[in-house]
Every structure is written in C-alpha cells, then in structure tokens.
C-alpha cells in the first residue's frame, strides 16, 4: 500500500512498537503526529525524524490517554495543528500482572479506558472523514492474549479481546469505502511493556518491535482484518480455538506466571 504524502496519528510512540511505526512510516514518506505522555521522549524522536526525513512534518502531543474524555480531547489539539489523518495507529496501550483480587481498581479502570475506551473514541473521531473521503488506515493493536483469557492478566486479557472483536467488525463494516481496518496481535515482544509491570514473565521468543511493525504493514496489502505477528505467537493463537476452555486457562496461567 502506497502511504506517501499521508498523515499518521500514532499512540504509545515515545517507545517500542509506537516508535517503530513511526521509524517505519517515515521511511515511507508520511507525516506524524506521534502522541504520548513522555514530552521529553517524544522530542528526541521527533528531532531523530526530521533530522532523517527532514520534508516531513512530525507533530508531537503529549497526553495521558488513560484519562476518561482524553480521546475527543487529543483529536481537538491535532484540529489546531491543522493535520488530517489518513491513518490512525491506536498502540497506547498497558497491562497490569498479577491475580485480579490484588489489583487497584483505579489502575484497572485505566487500564481499560486506555486500551478500549480511548481507542474507540480516537475511532469515532477518525474513521468516518476517512469513510467520507474513500480511504485511510486503522490499526489497532490488540494482542494475542485477545484468543484466550489470560489468568494472571485478566483485564488485560478481556481488554484486548474486546480490540479484536472490535476491529474485526469494524473491518467488516468499512468493505467497499476505501478504508483498511487492521488488528495487529503481537505475542511478547522487547519493549517497556514488562517492566511497567513490575514483573518478568513470557521472556523466551519474544519478537522486536521491528518484526512486529513490518508483519502489519505487509498485512495493509492482504484482505484479512487480523495478523499474528510471528509463526509462533500464529500456532499458539490458531492451537487455542481447538483447546478445550478448561485445558486453555490452566496452559495461559501458567504461561504467563513469573519468572
């Protein structure tokens, strides 16, 4: 898919798979709006940008999506940059480890504001001008913890399910308007993810976010409305639709234990 000339709204940029995509999409020849909360992060990567690709225009906003009306709120700030955005790489994103009658329902609330509430409403406020105009990307980035419950990682899990099955319907519903709708569902991959839970698990085979940016964006050419970044992280999401549910959460509890 040609992306040149177009604009690009990227959440969770200031690391890992956010900041791939923004590397990648560079290359490519499409302006950024990358968004986070690290201000200072995100203006090291936006001078690294244009120093490589100095044509483009790289905008940067710093913002808690976590936050309940941040979504329309973002959308307003990127209005006055006077940006229109062709594709939207809903990334943002947070998991909490550990059993759910430990966890701080605060922190869980933000959780899902962030990786459901916000995306949808970072949706709503873009994909219909992209209807609108005939064309356009979404990714959302779910996750393969989205085919299973996640023991260990229950509203993580639930979170990312809900991006899936969010995503596919979507991509169902914009057939024949021009735009793309894609859930990308990385397995563990190297980025801050582990270390903002406090926990190390999931340490073997895990991809780079390099591996997981070039699977999505070869999947902008195909027709499905999901990837699976890697072989592995492919066989075990497939493995789990013919798992008996009762086998299926005992084998993620213990695969998503600490080490």
């Given amino acids: 898919m040609d992306l040149k000339n177009k604009t690009a709204l990227i959440t969770g940029a200031s690391g890992g798979i956010g900041e791939e995509f923004a590397v990648q999409l560079a290359e490519r020849g499409v302006n950024l709006v ?13 001078a690294t940008l244009t120093g490589r690709h100095p044509a483009l225009t790289v905008d ?77 990307v979404v990714i959302n980035v779910a996750s393969t913890a989205a085919f299973q419950p996640t023991p260990g990682m229950a509203v993580y899990g639930a979170t990312k399910a809900f991006v899936l099955s969010f995503s596919e319907a979507l991509w169902q519903e914009c057939k024949g308007t021009g735009v793309k709708v894609l859930a990308l569902c990385p397995g563990a991959t190297e980025t801050e993810f582990f270390a903002r839970t406090g926990e190390e698990f999931l340490t073997d085979g895990r991809q780079t976010p390099k591996q997981v940016v070039d699977t999505a964006l070869a999947a902008l050419d195909k027709s499905s409305p999901t990837v699976v970044s890697g072989w592995r992280n492919t066989l075990l999401a497939n493995g789990y639709r013919i798992t008996p549910r009762r086998l299926m959460v005992q084998i993620s509890e213990q695969l998503l234990k600490s080490n």
């Fill in 60 to 136: 940067v906003v710093a913002a808690d999506l976590a936050v309940p009306g941040s979504g329309p709120e973002l959308a307003s700030k990127v209005s006055e940059l006077g940006a229109t955005i062709d594709i939207l790489v809903n990334n943002a994103g947070i998991g909490l480890h550990g059993k759910f009658v430990g966890q701080d329902a605060a922190a869980n609330s933000a959780q899902i504001q962030l990786n459901c509430g916000t995306l949808v409403d970072l949706t709503a406020c873009y994909l219909p001008a992209m209807t609108t105009a005939g064309h356009g």
């Fill in 34 to 46: 990358l968004v986070a909360r690290r201000a200072e992060k995100l203006a090291e990567l936006r």
